[in-house]
T-cell receptor, first 116, second 118 residues
Framework: NAGVTQTPKFQVLKTGQSMTLQCAQDMNHEYMSWYRQDPGMGLRLIHYSVGAGITDQGEVPNGYNVSRSTTEDFPLRLLSAAPSQTSVYFC???????????????FGEGSWLTVV | GNSVTQMEGPVTLSEEAFLTINCTYTATGYPSLFWYVQYPGEGLQLLLKATKADDKGSNKGFEATYRKETTSFHLEKGSVQVSDSAVYFCALSGSLRYSGGGADGLTFGKGTHLIIQP
């Protein structure tokens, strides 16, 4: 049981390049999401999905696309990388879209992205 | 909207000292509360959680009590070790305002960098 797996762990991009951060979970979780972590900002939600074929925007969606073609996978695409997207990205998943009762969100190990 | 406020640090303590990291929140309804820990170069790990008022979450010697009357969830440990050096995030769960109530998400504090010196 691998949990939430993210790749790559480290990536350097040039401004204007595109790339995809991969995220997979093997826990049959309904709910998946992407956060970015910036110094002094905590974590902020980029996009989330409550099931295959269903995605929605979070707090900071601009410059990112997502899709959810299967329950297991939730890739995050940077369309045209900008230095402001230099950040640590975390994929997360949960059994349910509802977190009442302390339903836990599990995080991947993070992807460190630098845009130069 | 929901928000979490925590001391940002860095907080520097000597080994075996008593630790308190303050966390207060603003939320509608009755959120669950969480502490996550991030060790250097690693991802986020759930440290403990509490789901209702007066619940106490505990793990690895850390404790936090859900105080509804003071809207707080302070993290404590009686005797810290060098291995506890990390960034600690307080978070609460709540309805995502972007989803029309169709899903929940986590709102995080900015994180507290804890440094324990031998």
């Amino acid at each position: 049981n691998a949990g939430v797996t993210q790749t790559p762990k480290f990536q350097v991009l040039k401004t204007g390049q595109s790339m995809t951060l991969q995220c997979a979970q093997d826990m049959n979780h309904e709910y998946m999401s992407w956060y970015r972590q910036d110094p002094g900002m905590g974590l902020r939600l980029i996009h989330y999905s409550v099931g295959a074929g269903i995605t929605d925007q979070g707090e900071v969606p601009n410059g990112y696309n997502v899709s959810r073609s299967t329950t297991e996978d939730f890739p995050l695409r940077l369309l045209s990388a900008a230095p402001s997207q230099t950040s640590v990205y975390f994929c997360a998943s949960s059994y349910s879209r509802t977190l009442l009762g302390g339903n836990t969100i599990y995080f991947g190990e993070g992807s460190w992205l630098t845009v130069v | 909207g929901n928000s979490v406020t925590q001391m940002e640090g860095p907080v520097t303590l000597s080994e075996e000292a008593f630790l308190t990291i303050n966390c207060t929140y603003t939320a509608t309804g009755y959120p669950s509360l969480f502490w996550y820990v991030q060790y250097p170069g690693e991802g986020l790990q759930l440290l403990l959680k509490a789901t209702k008022a007066d619940d106490k979450g505990s793990n690895k010697g850390f404790e936090a009590t859900y105080r509804k009357e003071t809207t707080s969830f302070h993290l404590e440990k009686g005797s810290v070790q060098v291995s506890d050096s990390a960034v600690y995030f307080c978070a609460l769960s709540g309805s995502l305002r972007y989803s029309g109530g169709g899903a929940d998400g986590l709102t995080f504090g900015k994180g507290t960098h804890l440094i324990i010196q031998p």
